[in-house]
C-alpha cells in the first residue's frame, strides 16, 4: 500500500517501488485478476452492471439465430443482455454487461450455443482476459495507479485466473547478489 508507480516498461510492465524491493507488474495478468473478481463478485451476487446504449447496436440474423433468440431472449436479459427485434432479421442490442467487450460477438457466440448460465471459473476467467487490456497498451500513470489500488484491493492480487503472477518483486538482497555486491 506505500509503494511508488515508478513507469511503465515496454508497454507490457509496470514498474513500482516499495522499499527497498522493486516490483515488476505483467499488467494483462493484474488486469485479469481484477476483471475476474469483479466478474466473478457481480454473478454471484446476482448484480451486473450493465452499459445503456444511446443507440441500440444492431445485427443481422440468420434464420437459425432468430429462432434461437426468441427461445433465448429472457435469459440473455437475466444477464444484463437487453435486445429487441428491430425488423424480422435484425436484432437491436439496447443494454449489455459493463465489464464485457465485443457484445456483439458474445451475443452471436450465445446465439450459437454457447451456455448462458455457465459461470464456471474458466468460462469467468475466459471472459476476464477478453475484457482486460492486453500487453502493448499504453497506460498513463494515473490508469497505472488505478490498476495498482486495485490489484491491491483483490482478494488473491498475486495471480491471474489463469495461474499466472501477477507481479514478481526483486528485493535490494536480490539485486546486490546480481552484481557481486555481498
Not at 485479469?32 to 452499459?51: A, G, H, L, S, T
Not at 434464420?63 to 426468441?70: F, H, L, V
Not at 459493463?98 to 471472459?127: E, F, M, N, P, Y
Amino acid at each position: 500500500s506505500n509503494a511508488r508507480y515508478v513507469r511503465q516498461f515496454i508497454n507490457k510492465f509496470l514498474l513500482i517501488e516499495t522499499g527497498n524491493c522493486l516490483l515488476i507488474v505483467d499488467q494483462h495478468a493484474a488486469q485479469e485478476r481484477i476483471m475476474f473478481e469483479k466478474f466473478k463478485d457481480q454473478i454471484e451476487n446476482r448484480n451486473i452492471e450493465v452499459q445503456p446504449l444511446l443507440v441500440p447496436l444492431t445485427i443481422g440474423l440468420t434464420p437459425t439465430e432468430r429462432i434461437a433468440w426468441e427461445e433465448m431472449n429472457l435469459k440473455m436479459s437475466a444477464i444484463g443482455i437487453e435486445t429487441s427485434l428491430f425488423d424480422d432479421d435484425t436484432l437491436a442490442i439496447q443494454t449489455h454487461p459493463l465489464l464485457l467487450k465485443s457484445i456483439d460477438q458474445v451475443v452471436r457466440s450465445l446465439l450459437g450455443g454457447d451456455d448462458v448460465a455457465r459461470c464456471d471459473h474458466l468460462t469467468i476467467a475466459k471472459r476476464a482476459c477478453k475484457a482486460s487490456i492486453v500487453s502493448g497498451d499504453k497506460l498513463e500513470s494515473t490508469q497505472a495507479e488505478f490498476q495498482r489500488k486495485q490489484l491491491l484491493a483483490c482478494k488473491d492480487p498475486f495471480t491471474c485466473p489463469h495461474g499466472r503472477p501477477t507481479v514478481i518483486e526483486l528485493s535490494e538482497s536480490f539485486l546486490d547478489k546480481q552484481f557481486l555486491r555481498t
